[in-house]
């Protein structure tokens, strides 16, 4: 393995090679030895796999970041524990249905983001899922007779149809209704964004209006080489169909590495739960200082690791963690840190005394004349002052 390394000059592009490699002998195998391979698609297989490249370029950096290659780390250590396999199981389950299903976290912010956000990814999902099994010829149909297809996936024929009928509509008609999914939520979206002053104060546009215009650009180009066919028999196709191409090209090259990145990690939010539970939504980690219950074991031993691993020294001089704490003995700790007061936390839920007697003189106290540091004849003659004007009262 370290020799097959040294061939390349890092992981990144290794890991490259090998998807590419894959990619090349699944297609040698869904389109039967390139029989059925489509030449009218090469454009959007060469963009294809330089999305793949980038993809993972971009997923070989993001998990070497420590605090993902932890995650990671500890979820194959939990899926491997027999005595949590069910609880594991459950998490895992329940957290794809809500969060990547019905991606109930997006609901909890407002029933029209979650609407628009929902057709967005699934219409995306479907759309990736039908171009890249057309591209790669992982799916074909073949003519059994005048009127019935066959489904062939990976050189296995899967379900027959009818040529004319209700399902073979929908199949034909598959990105057709994914683009008008992607076009209806990408709308919404856009909408929210031109109309809601809060969004417009912390929007980007490279960051959160490009990627729109994109999906809009790729969907509105799509849906019109349907219209061309259907209803203008096939009038500027060819040209519509270059657009097309262009816009979808431009979108596969830009995904890894723009705000759609997050369609394909959005997944490892499944082990969370799994991770970070020892009990079904229930913390189990005591502080150290209150006692209140905040967090559990591996979250805090987890986020010890990466703050070792990143160097970065938060351990107290009674050989605690930051991490060991609740956020309010935290925040306490902090304070106490900045007035020299660390050695001496407060019990309880008093205020915090400011008062160390580390202040200077004067600073929240009347200031006397010795804060001044006067000469002695100086200093005498402002008392003699002082009780002259006295003495005249």
Same mark, same amino acid.
């Given at each position: 393995?370290?020799?097959?390394?040294?061939?390349?000059?890092?992981?990144s592009?290794?890991y490259s090679?090998?998807?590419? $490699?894959l990619?090349?002998?699944?297609i040698?195998?869904?389109?039967?030895?390139?029989?059925?391979?489509?030449?009218?698609?090469?454009?959007?297989?060469?963009?294809?796999?330089?999305f793949?490249?980038g993809?993972?370029?971009?997923?070989?950096s993001?998990?070497?970041?420590?605090?993902?290659?932890?995650?990671?780390?500890?979820?194959?250590?939990?899926l491997?524990?027999?005595k949590?396999k069910r609880?594991?199981m459950?998490?895992?389950l329940?957290?794809?249905?809500?969060?990547?299903?019905l991606?109930?976290?997006i609901?909890?912010r407002?029933?029209y983001?979650?609407?628009?956000?929902?057709?967005i990814?699934?219409?995306?999902?479907?759309?990736?899922?039908?171009?890249?099994?057309?591209?790669?010829?992982w799916?074909?149909?073949?003519l059994?007779?005048?009127?019935?297809?066959?489904?062939?996936?990976?050189?296995?024929e899967?379900?027959?149809?009818?040529a004319?009928?209700?399902f073979?509509e929908?199949v034909?008609?598959?990105?057709? /209704?994914?683009?008008?999914?992607?076009?209806?939520?990408?709308?919404?979206?856009?909408t929210?964004?031109?109309?809601?002053?809060d969004v417009?104060v912390?929007?980007?546009?490279?960051f959160?209006?490009f990627?729109?215009f994109?999906?809009?650009?790729?969907?509105v180009?799509?849906?019109? $080489?349907?219209v061309?066919?259907?209803?203008?028999?096939?009038?500027m196709?060819?040209?519509?169909t270059?657009?097309?191409?262009?816009?979808v090209?431009v979108?596969? /090259?830009y995904?890894?590495?723009g705000?759609?990145?997050?369609?394909?990690?959005?997944?490892?939010?499944?082990a969370?739960p799994?991770?970070?539970q020892?009990?079904?939504?229930?913390?189990?980690?005591?502080?150290?200082r209150?006692?209140?219950?905040?967090?559990?074991?591996?979250?805090?031993s987890?986020v010890?690791?990466i703050l070792s691993?990143?160097?970065f020294?938060?351990?107290?001089?009674?050989g605690?963690?930051?991490?060991?704490?609740c956020?309010?003995?935290?925040r306490?700790?902090r304070?106490?840190?900045?007035?020299?007061?660390?050695p001496?936390?407060?019990?309880?839920?008093?205020?915090?005394?400011?008062?160390?007697g580390?202040e200077?003189s004067?600073?929240?106290?009347r200031?006397?004349?010795d804060y001044?540091?006067?000469?002695?004849?100086?200093?005498?003659e402002?008392?003699?002052?002082?009780?002259?004007?006295?003495?005249?009262?």
């Open positions: 393995m370290k020799s097959l390394e040294r061939s390349f000059y890092s992981k592009s290794k090679f090998i998807v590419v $490699l990619l090349f002998f699944s040698w195998i869904g389109t039967e030895n390139f029989l059925h391979f489509d030449m009218a698609l090469m454009g959007y297989l060469i963009s294809s796999l330089i793949a490249i993809l993972t370029i971009r997923m070989s993001w998990l070497l970041r420590p605090a993902t290659r932890q995650v990671i780390q500890r979820s194959l250590k939990n491997r524990q027999r949590y609880r594991n459950k998490a895992i329940k957290t794809a249905f809500e969060n990547i299903f991606q109930k976290f609901f909890k407002g029933i983001r979650g609407v628009q956000h929902f057709l990814a699934w219409g995306c999902i479907g759309s990736f899922a039908i171009t890249f099994g057309l591209t790669f010829g799916m074909h149909f073949e059994v007779d005048p009127e019935t297809y066959t489904i062939v996936v990976m050189g296995v899967t379900i027959s149809m009818a004319h009928g209700l073979a929908m034909y008609n598959g990105l057709n /209704i994914t683009a008008s999914m992607v076009l209806i939520g990408v709308c919404m979206a856009l929210r964004r031109i109309i809601n002053e417009k912390t929007q980007r546009a490279e959160d209006l990627p729109l994109l999906l809009l650009a790729v969907t180009t799509g849906l019109l $080489l349907t061309s066919y259907v209803l203008l028999d096939g009038w196709h060819h040209y519509m270059l657009v097309h191409q262009v816009t090209v979108l596969l /090259i995904f890894p590495f705000k759609l990145f997050h369609l394909p990690i959005r997944p490892l939010t499944t969370v799994m991770n970070y020892e009990e079904w939504k229930v913390d189990t980690r005591p502080c150290l209150c006692g209140t219950v905040y967090s559990s074991d591996p979250q805090v987890d010890k690791e691993v990143q160097q020294d938060l351990q107290l001089e009674d605690s963690y930051l991490s060991d704490y956020p309010a003995c935290r306490r700790i304070v106490m840190k900045q007035l020299n007061n660390q001496h936390l407060q019990q309880g839920h008093n205020p915090i005394l400011t008062r160390n580390s200077m004067g600073f929240g106290s200031r006397t004349d001044y540091n006067f000469p002695d004849h100086v200093q005498k402002l008392e003699q002052h002082k009780e002259e004007g006295g003495n005249e009262r």
